[in-house]
């Protein structure tokens, strides 16, 4: 296994749309261990094959107390969202230290394949549904603090800029 650079906003790769997995092969099986070991590592809940400059539609995701039961989603769709919103404070991998508020459907149904590839159907809500939104955005080219205000969002840019000049945080090229 081995440990993945994440992208940093505002790098433009974020903004990829993913294209669908067509054979979960040995390369994708790869590419979902090492991604599950990137996100233990880095402490996160998830992370989606974007933040790793990964364009295919993969997410890994643990929400548990032991860090123990991983989730994979290949190809995930959302099949139902509930009309019910809620605002729920979100973090990412990709923007370290912001956290901000975000409006996310209370409950969802989503089908996808699991790391053999074979169907899998989730209903979720609480962090996982969260979980899911957030990360069925990176593949899509979406990052959280793009719900937030224009300014906001610049101040955001500014700092995370000034933090990759000054060594803060890792810049990749
Ligand atoms: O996509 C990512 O960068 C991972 C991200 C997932 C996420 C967490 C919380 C809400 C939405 C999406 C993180 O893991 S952020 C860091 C984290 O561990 C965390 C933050 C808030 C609540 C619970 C965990
Ligand atoms: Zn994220």
Redesign the pocket.
């Known amino acids: 296994m081995a440990l993945l650079p994440i992208i940093c906003y505002p790098d433009e790769r974020l903004h990829t749309v993913a294209k669908p997995v067509t054979a979960v092969d040995a390369r994708i099986q790869t590419l979902i261990a090492d991604m599950l070991e990137t ?1 233990y590592e880095s ?6 094959a974007t ?1 790793v400059d990964v364009h295919e539609r993969v997410v890994v995701m643990d929400i548990s107390e032991g860090r123990d039961a991983p989730l994979v989603l290949i190809n995930p769709n959302m099949l139902w969202i509930s009309p019910e919103k809620h605002l ?8 370290p230290g912001i ?1 901000d508020g975000v409006q996310r459907h209370d409950a969802i149904k989503v089908e996808a394949l699991d790391r053999e590839g074979n169907a899998r159907f989730i209903e979720a809500d609480g ?1 996982l549904s ?2 899911i939104q ?2 069925m955005d ?1 593949l899509l080219g979406k990052v ?1 603090v793009e719900y937030l205000s224009p300014l906001k969002r610049n101040r955001i840019k500014t700092k995370l800029l000034k933090a990759q000049r000054e060594g803060r945080v890792a810049k990749l090229v």
Not at 43 to 48: F, I
Not at 88 to 95: A, F, I, P
């Open positions: 996100m402490n996160g809940v998830g992370l989606a933040q729920n404070e979100e973090g990412c991998l990709s923007v956290y962090l969260v979980c957030h990360e990176h959280f």
